[in-house]
């Protein structure tokens, strides 16, 4: 069975450009996490979606940052235009049970740099 | 808001030695304590969990320890061998939703 997928595992760009990141959950999974980590700390919630539902995006830092999820199946975040300050690796994670508290499978992640 | 707190951030040692590490957490109202691991080029693997109503949980060479009086818990690793080497992440499910609240990581390096 294949993981959680995200793609591109890199990405640098310049302040005030826009990137795409995408996440492919495992098949099935009805819950989809993003997650973000700066500079050495902690990763940090950014939001979760149940199905194509934004079910809590309270960890997202503004509203340059969008996060869809078409369909139920693959989610993307965008962000326009990036800042420095959003430089950090993006991880995904899914899990199945709508109950919420089954295992989250993470995603290599992706890494952003904004230059 | 739940704050988790994670230490050492960097752990050197022998292989065959011990590797613990320590997190301590504000709510009281926590229940459930996720260990993962995160290896170089992936991402973070549960490896152990714990929740409230149990003080140690094993697994081979990993525990887990909870004193929820104290709010803190505890990753132990024993006979550390290369391939432990990795940064080891505490976290805390905020919510019935499975919001994680992660401490700021451990990179352990175990050395032959």
């Known amino acids: 069975e294949a993981g959680v997928t995200q793609f591109p595992s890199h990405s640098v760009i310049e302040k005030g450009q826009t990137v795409t990141l995408r996440c492919d959950p495992i098949?099935?999974?009805?819950?989809l996490y993003w997650y973000r980590r700066v500079m050495g700390k902690e990763i940090k919630f950014l939001l979760h979606f149940v199905k194509e539902s934004k079910q809590d995006e309270s960890g997202m830092p503004n509203n340059r940052f969008l996060a869809e999820r078409t369909g139920g199946t693959y989610s993307t975040l965008k962000v326009q235009p990036a800042e420095l300050e959003d430089s950090g690796v993006y991880f995904c994670a899914s899990s199945q049970s709508l109950a919420g508290k089954s295992e989250q499978f993470f995603g290599p992640g992706t890494r952003l740099t904004v230059l | 808001g739940e704050n988790v707190e994670q230490h050492p951030s960097t752990l050197s040692v022998q292989e065959g030695d011990s590797a613990v590490i320590k997190c301590t957490y504000s709510d009281s109202a926590s229940n459930y304590f996720p260990w993962y691991k995160q290896e170089l080029g992936k991402g973070p693997q549960l490896i152990i969990d714990?929740?409230?109503?149990?003080g140690e949980k094993k697994d081979q060479r990993i525990a887990v320890t909870l004193n929820k009086t104290a709010k803190h818990f505890s990753l132990h690793i024993t006979e550390t061998q290369p391939e432990d080497s990795a940064v080891y992440f505490c976290?805390?499910?905020?919510?019935?939703?499975?919001?994680?609240?992660f401490g700021a990581g451990t990179q352990v390096v175990v050395t032959p």
């Open positions: 976290a805390v499910y905020l919510d019935s939703w499975g919001k994680l609240q």
């Open positions: 098949s099935g999974h009805d819950n």
């Open positions: 714990i929740r409230s109503n149990v």
